[in-house]
């Protein structure tokens, strides 16, 4: 959770007063190709966890067209899964390289170019390729979220058990 300081929570309390006095956020559209320019150019300064040095390098070689493409970069800038920006980046560019272990996780990968990046794709996909009960797809979650070894390595086992009782391979398996 993101916590801002009272002096840029007042900013964004008189920004919004101001835009709603004229009805502004009504007729911004998630599609707007100036907005992403601005984005594509990484002049982001001031726009809350887009102003970092860092996060511009990533928006000027990602070029973001789509607000799916900030919402992933997001949420990769950050200690663990900023190690799959570039890989992110270049399968965007270069869609044909996508591969997919299991046809099914297609269906589930593909808005984020074949990344699992956000923990409902690890959730369902536990409960689809290794019939993870929702109970225990959370328990992955909260297992990777806590870095818990012991509780990753046990629910990884119960991930290639479900996942050969279900005839995948076990070598693709302890790939995902």
């Known amino acids: 959770m993101d916590f801002l300081s009272l002096n840029t929570l007042s900013i964004i309390k008189n920004t919004l007063k101001d835009i709603n006095n004229k009805n502004i ?3 911004i559209s998630l599609k707007d190709k100036k907005i992403f320019h601005l984005f594509k150019k990484g002049n982001t300064k001031g726009i809350f966890q887009f102003e970092s ?3 511009q390098d990533f928006l000027i070689k990602l070029s973001p067209n789509n607000f799916e493409d900030l919402i992933a970069l997001n949420a990769l ?3 663990g899964p900023i190690q799959f920006i570039d890989k992110y980046i270049f399968l965007k560019k270069n869609k044909e390289k996508i591969k997919y272990k299991i046809p099914i996780m297609k269906k589930y ?3 984020t170019y074949g990344i699992t990046i956000y923990q409902e794709q ?3 996909l536990s409960r689809l390729i290794s019939s993870f009960t929702k109970k225990e797809s959370d328990l992955l979650r909260i297992a990777m ?3 818990n070894i012991y509780l990753l390595n046990t629910m990884k086992k119960k991930f290639i058990i479900g996942g050969i009782k279900n005839n995948y391979k076990k070598k693709i ?3 995902i």
């Open 25 to 27: 956020l009504k007729n």
């Open 53 to 55: 040095s860092g996060i």
């Open 77 to 79: 800038y950050r200690p």
């Open 109 to 111: 990968l593909k808005d």
């Open 122 to 124: 690890v959730m369902l």
């Open 145 to 147: 979220g806590k870095k």
């Open 173 to 175: 398996l302890l790939n």
